[in-house]
């Protein structure tokens, strides 16, 4: 007998002969906050993320321009903004280990836990979520539910190959509980609200659906 | 909501006040003093100068463990263990502040368990389910019986892809199947890339804890480790130098890897998806780097559905570590463009767990660790000295299933308090599993010898209630008059380094004949 079929009468001899239903999940969102935004905000900054706070009436893309300046290499997958790596030229994850900073688009955020949400549509190359020194994210405030129950009845987990929340940056306490940004991944990670582009939908096609 | 920063304030709810640090080495930001992931809520330092660091359980072959030797010397070393039963008790405090923030915190607990119950109970419906829709979206999917089995699969994976190196992501299964010996062995370099296991690793030792894996070591530790194997500064023990060294040291081995690895918190088998947590975000770059991808899963991790997900990511992180969310939590489908991923879904056990009446719930276990923090016995003596893969609470009732004889006197190695039952985000009735198990080692006399000779006494008394009121009652006296040698002697393992409780002045059979007349 082969390993899985083994496996498998051993597991239906053995299972345990109760009547045990699987329960209904209520989307707990009785209390959900008034302001997603502000409760995104909140809990993005108490997980060590950072949001660009921008001024009415002010370009929240000219603030991430004045940011990239400082930056040597600077990977984008959004097109709002335009870096000196495009993704195109980039034919290995390894290929990124030089960026300093990656932007990508967040598919959408979670106000409860201060996650975004990045799909491999949105980043190109996953790796450009990992190997980059630092992450700024674009995120349509529209783009907010309140909580998990409510996320993960989103498109996204059953479209592209990869899907990931991102709280915060790279996070390790594994040294006497000592916290510290940046352990592998990204040193820091910016959420900064932009509305998305009239064309998002067709441009963020998983490269494992794209024929 | 920050909680305070002064450590004289901190101090009042500290179990050893005097590990409160004057100043402050966690990242601030924005203002704000961040606790999330692993981080403590407010700073602590080892009190005195560095002691060297107690190792763990003696192992020999198949001889029983002494979990409670290995204790004594984790005890014998002040400065360890007043820091690692501080960390793990801020853990346990953390874990109840996020909770109370969460209305429905009981009934996902409930949720949970129910989930688990059902989805274990047609076990076979849902691997099936998953197997088929995880091939569907190209992912290789394998079986393995246990865990030679399941090294073998991967050692055959990456000949086929004249793979030599492999970086790798936290996986209690792998530490189950002995894969990086095995992988030694065999001349494929396994490079670990949490960096709590990465100490472990650098140290040869396995890791003391399902979340935290380097909890039980001191900065001063690590310093040696790293001053050993990556050659920094051995005099210096910042905490942020030696994470930065790591970082640098381990980066270039990330990009050189040629394949990677992870294990996996949750499946779902609806959608053919694995979920991988970490903070590091050290199994994405595991996972995404590499051309290829091996994910090693035991079988009990499925779910049903998406919205059975959302149960499990609300409760685990908060759970383990007292924080909202892990920094990643990442959902693969398939492999990426260009990319091989491969799954491989193991046994080792679990299946003949399934099969035991009272323990089949332990496999509902989703390795949160939230029972080892709150665990009085295991705060106190790291979880190396359980000698074995799974320590704590949970550790004692699903190592026994691996290997009765050796692990046998662990269930004695619990107060029976049922603090972790209460805490176990899937409701395990952990404590009374683990009374359980001691009948089990008794019905097939694996009693510790002392324990055999306090049982026997312990059973006549039970068996006769007249004697058993006449000795509680002058127990009770004994307790207070007794002088601290007879109670504190050798003989009585649980003594040591523990007070006695203050005994009633009445017994409550006394008080009831008083109050109430005779029964």
């Known amino acids: ?71 040597k290499v600077v990977c984008s997958a959004t097109s709002e903004v335009t870096g000196n790596r495009p993704l195109s ?20 955020a979670v106000a409860e836990t201060g996650s975004i949400c990045l799909t491999d549509g949105g980043l190109g190359v996953n790796a450009l979520g990992y190997l980059s020194q630092h992450l700024i994210a674009l995120l349509d405030p529209a783009d907010i ?23 915060g940056p790279s996070a390790t306490a594994d040294i006497e509980g000592v916290l510290i940004h940046g352990a592998q991944g990204v040193r820091s990670l910016t959420v900064v609200p932009v509305p998305r582009p009239a064309d998002y939908a067709q441009r963020v096609q998983p490269p494992s659906t794209r024929t | 909501m920050s909680d305070t920063h002064a450590p004289v304030q901190a101090a009042g709810r500290m179990l050893h006040p ?42 020999r072959g198949n001889h029983r463990i002494s979990q409670s030797e290995a204790a004594n010397r984790f005890i014998a070393a002040p400065q360890h263990e007043k820091m690692h039963d501080e960390r793990l008790w801020d853990l346990r405090q953390k874990r ?67 793979a030599a190196s492999l970086i790798k992501s936290k996986s209690m299964l792998t530490e189950e199947c002995g894969f990086r010996d095995y992988m030694a062995s065999v001349g494929i370099k396994v490079i670990e890339t949490d960096l709590g296991e990465r100490i472990q690793q650098l140290d040869n030792e396995d890791p003391s804890h399902v979340v935290v894996p380097a909890v039980h070591k001191l900065r001063t530790d690590v310093a040696q480790v790293f001053a050993k194997t990556l050659g ?30 992870t294990g996996a918190n949750f499946v779902v088998a609806e959608t053919g998806t694995f979920v991988v947590c970490t903070n590091e975000g050290n199994a994405d770059l595991s996972a995404n780097v590499p051309k290829l991808h091996i994910a090693s899963i035991g079988i009990e991790k499925i779910i049903p559905r998406l919205e059975h997900l959302a ?97 046998s006197a662990l269930p004695f190695s619990s107060t029976l308090n049922g603090s972790c039952t209460n805490v176990c985000p899937v409701k395990i009735n952990i404590h009374e599993q683990i009374a359980a198990w001691r009948k089990v080692m008794a019905e097939h006399h694996e009693l510790p010898l002392i324990k055999k000779s306090a049982m026997k006494a312990a059973g006549a008394l039970l068996a006769r209630p007249t004697l058993y009121r006449a000795a509680i009652a002058s127990a009770d006296v004994a307790l207070n008059v007794l002088p601290h040698f007879v109670i504190y002697n050798r003989l009585n393992a649980w003594g040591k380094h523990r007070e006695v409780p203050h005994a009633p002045r009445q017994t409550f059979h006394a008080w009831y004949r008083n109050n109430r007349g005779t029964p």
């Open chain 1, 1 to 71: 007998m082969s390993a899985r079929d083994e496996i498998l009468s051993a597991v239906r001899a053995n299972l345990p002969k109760l009547d045990k239903p699987l329960p209904w999940v209520p989307m707990f969102d009785d209390s959900a906050p008034v302001s997603l935004l502000a409760a995104f905000r909140e809990s993005l900054l108490a997980m060590g993320g950072d949001f660009l706070d921008v001024p009415p009436g002010e370009d929240p893309l000219q603030a991430i321009r004045q940011r990239l300046a400082k930056a």
């Open chain 1, 89 to 108: 030229r980039v034919r290995v994850p390894q290929d990124l280990a030089d960026v300093d900073i990656g932007v990508v688009r967040a598919a959408f």
């Open chain 1, 145 to 167: 539910v309140p909580n998990l129950h409510h996320a993960y009845k989103r498109p996204e987990f059953e479209q592209g190959h990869y899907a990931t929340f991102h709280t």
């Open chain 2, 18 to 59: 005097e590990l409160a640090a004057a100043s402050d080495e966690s990242e601030v930001k924005n203002g704000r003093r961040l606790d999330h992931a692993e981080g403590t809520s407010h700073p602590i330092r080892p009190s005195s100068a560095p002691e060297p660091q107690p190792r763990g359980a003696r192992i």
């Open chain 2, 96 to 162: 109840d502040r996020v909770m109370h923030r969460i209305p429905e915190w009981e009934e996902l607990r409930s949720l949970a368990s129910a989930i688990k119950e059902h989805t274990l109970t047609h076990l076979d419906e849902y691997l099936d389910r998953f197997e088929a829709n995880a091939r569907t979206n190209g992912i290789h999917v394998h079986w393995a019986r246990d865990g030679a089995e399941h090294n073998r699969i991967v050692h055959d994976i990456l000949l086929d892809h004249g």
């Open chain 2, 232 to 261: 920094t500064d051995a005099g210096n023990s910042n905490v942020h130098y030696l994470a930065e060294a790591q970082r640098e040291a381990t980066r270039p081995l990330i990009l050189e890897a040629d394949a990677g690895m």
């Open chain 2, 311 to 407: 149960v499990f990511v609300r409760l685990l992180s908060r759970s383990a570590l007292g924080s909202p969310m892990t920094q990643y939590t990442s959902h693969f489908r398939g492999p990426r463009a260009g990319g091989e991923m491969h799954v491989v879904l193991v046994d080792n056990g679990r299946s003949k767990r399934l099969g035991m009446e009272e323990f089949w719930t332990s496999l509902k276990c989703i390795r949160c660790g939230a029972c080892m923090n709150t665990c009085p016995v295991y705060r106190r003596s790291g979880g190396l000295s359980y000698g074995a893969t799974y320590s704590g609470p949970i550790g004692l009732i699903i190592d026994p299933t691996f290997n009765r004889h050796k692990y």
